[in-house]
């Protein structure tokens, strides 16, 4: 079970009170986590990734275990505390003042 | 007794005032989706209680929403906006073409008879269409065939940010973006040709007279007339009475040419309205006066309309898409500012009232005139 923290705006939007817990069938990775976060949360499709591209939107950012996998490619492994729930996967709304 | 509801999109989040018809005590209900910048919300004449709205971030980029309880809750529906095919490129700062690039919409036109239909102006500038509430939307791609490739950002943005269904031709749809100017099909979107032959633009463009690449701010139309249209130019105020074929100049005695909204009133349709801002460098009212200022000729002759707006020290701007009339009699006028204010004026602009003081920049403000 991985635990994803969204950023407020985010919870809003998917109408979630806390962390959002995904099962991956398959390898976990960057791509497959955000893949089940959309599919579960479809209003979030264009909130983190360009829905055409799926290219990371520019002032959203990716870290788990205090790592910054941000500019990662989505084939991307999770770390092992990540994939058995020890550790959350963060998405962040990125300082961009205002 | 009749009714209004004015919708009002901020930098922080979509704003709904009502009162009933006197407009005497307001109800303010927000801050909905707080924290998102609203770019516009508007509501369906065949269906009052269907609303449609913009909500963008520069973090978390388009949302879209729909009510269909007068704006109590909300239904988040399709932000996919691809643009037809390969989407091509358009002129940029350096001179070079740019891909079109899809940042978010900025204009609402939901179809005066099928809740169903909305159209939504994107930047950058593109027409696009859902007949479906909002599940799916198709670009109107023949739009961009004319002289897109000629299209150049302005410093707001490649937005297309007006749009106006023609009540009576309704094959007939006329649009406007910053730095390309007007648009007009008369197929339902199949083809488009510029509209904007009277336009100058000595200090803008190279070629005063350009097909393309006049700084529309605004174009208003009022039903009963729809061959007439007025406008707000980055400078100047124009009219055409010819539906875009030919423009020509009313700005008149106005203190400044330079403004963004302009609005027709809703029982006079040569009765305009305007707010002047100094200059394209300085985005606020000329001698620190908010004033508005009528034209009940069609435009030339203007007179300052003032009581109960600041008179000393205000320098807020008046957004293009921040200024809207009610169909009540005496007609209402409505407008919000940068500063957060939405000012009211229940008898056709003679006293303006605020609504509300400190509300967030205002973007839009749309006005429904309920049963």
């Known amino acids: 079970m991985i635990h994803v923290v969204l950023p407020f705006h985010l919870r809003t939007l998917a109408r979630v009170d806390g962390d959002v817990h995904l099962e991956i069938e398959g390898p976990a990775t960057l791509g497959s986590v955000l893949d089940a976060l959309e599919a579960r949360h479809p209003v979030l499709r264009g909130a983190i990734r360009d829905q055409v591209t799926l290219i990371r939107r520019p002032f959203v950012r990716f870290y788990a275990c205090e790592e910054d996998l941000s500019h990662e490619p989505p084939q991307t492994q999770l770390p092992a505390a990540v994939v058995n729930g020890a550790e959350p996967f963060l998405i962040v709304g990125a300082m961009a003042g205002g | ?371």
């Open chain 2, 1 to 371: 007794m009749s009714r209004v509801r004015v919708l009002v999109g901020t930098k922080k989040g979509a704003f709904i005032l009502t009162a009933d018809g006197r407009r005497e005590q307001w109800e303010v209900n927000g801050p909905h989706f707080g924290g998102w910048e609203i770019y516009h919300l508007k509501g369906s004449a065949a269906q009052p209680d269907r609303l449609y709205a913009s909500q963008t971030s520069g973090w978390f980029g388009q949302v879209m929403q729909r009510s269909d309880d007068g704006g109590k809750t909300w239904e988040a529906i399709s932000n996919e906006f691809k643009y037809d095919g390969v989407p091509g490129t358009h002129q940029w700062y350096d001179g070079t073409q740019h891909p079109w690039e899809f940042k978010r919409i900025w204009h609402l036109e939901p179809s005066p008879t099928d809740p169903d239909i909305v159209y939504a102006g994107a930047e950058d500038a593109a027409l696009f269409k859902a007949v479906d509430g909002g599940r799916t939307w198709q670009e109107l791609p023949g739009l961009r065939s004319a002289k897109g490739h000629l299209w150049q950002p302005g410093a707001g943005g490649m937005c297309l940010h007006t749009i106006i269904l023609d009540p009576k031709r309704p094959e007939r749809i006329f649009i406007a973006i910053s730095a390309a100017g007007v648009f007009r099909t008369d197929d339902t979107g199949k083809t488009w040709k510029p509209a904007n032959r009277g336009l100058k633009s000595p200090y803008e463009l190279p070629d005063p007279d350009a097909e393309v690449g006049h700084c529309v701010h605004r174009i208003a139309m009022h039903p009963s007339h729809p061959d007439v249209l007025f406008m707000q130019k980055h400078w100047d105020v124009m009219r055409t009475n010819d539906a875009g074929e030919s423009w020509s100049e009313v700005s008149g005695n106005l203190p400044s040419d330079f403004g963004f909204p302009i609005e027709v009133h809703a029982h006079e349709p040569e009765t305009i309205y305007v707010v002047p801002i100094k200059s394209d460098s300085e985005h606020f009212p000329p001698e620190g006066k908010l004033r508005v200022y009528r034209s009940r000729t069609g435009g030339n002759e203007w007179e300052a309309l003032t009581r109960g707006l600041p008179q000393k020290d205000c320098y807020v701007n008046v957004l293009r898409d921040a200024m809207a009339v009610d169909s009540l009699e005496p007609c209402g006028v409505y407008f919000g500012t940068t500063g957060g204010q939405v000012y009211m004026s229940p008898d056709s602009g003679e006293t303006w009232i605020p609504i509300v003081h400190d509300l967030p920049a205002v973007l839009s403000v749309e006005v429904q005139s309920l049963p």
